[in-house]
C-alpha cells in the first residue's frame, strides 16, 4: 500500500489553499469590476464645446473628449474630461462639435482598471443647445 511522504501532503496542501485563495481573489476582482461598472455613483449635466474628442485605448477603445466649459466672462475656462463607451453617442457629439450643447452624464467610481475608459464619467446623452439670445430686462418683448 502506497502511503505519500508528510512533505508530499502539507505540499498538496498548500497548493490546494493556494488555488482556492486565487479563485476567491479572482471572482472578487470580477464582482468588484462588475460593480463600479454597473454602479452609478451620481449623474449630471454638463454644457460647453468640445475641444478635444478622439477614439483611443490600449484594449478596449473607448471615446475619450474635452468639453471647455462655458463660465462668465473674465473667469478662467474650466475643462470636464470625459468618456463614451457608446458610438452611437459618439457619432452625435460629433456631429455637433464647434457648437454648444450639453451632455448627460454618469459617474462611476473606483473602476479598477483604467484600461476601460481614461475618466470616471460616461456619457450618456448629448443636446444641442440653441443660441437665442436672452432678451435683457429693458428690452420690450416683440
Known sequence: MYNPSPSLMILKTIVKYLSVTLILFL??????FWGTL???????ERA???QKFSKRGWV???WEGE???VNIPGALQEKFLFSVVDDA???KIQDVIGQKLVIRYEQHRYVPLPIFAE???FVTEVLPVSED???SPTQEPK
Not at 27 to 32: A, K, V
Not at 38 to 44: D, E, H, I, L, R
Open 27 to 32: 471572482l472578487g476582482f470580477g464582482l468588484w
Open 38 to 44: 454597473k454602479y452609478v455613483y451620481s449623474t449630471g
Open 48 to 50: 460647453g464645446y468640445i
Open 60 to 62: 478596449f477603445k473607448t
Open 67 to 69: 468639453l471647455a466649459m
Open 89 to 91: 453617442v459618439a457619432k
Open 119 to 121: 475618466t470616471e464619467y
Open 133 to 135: 439670445p436672452v432678451p
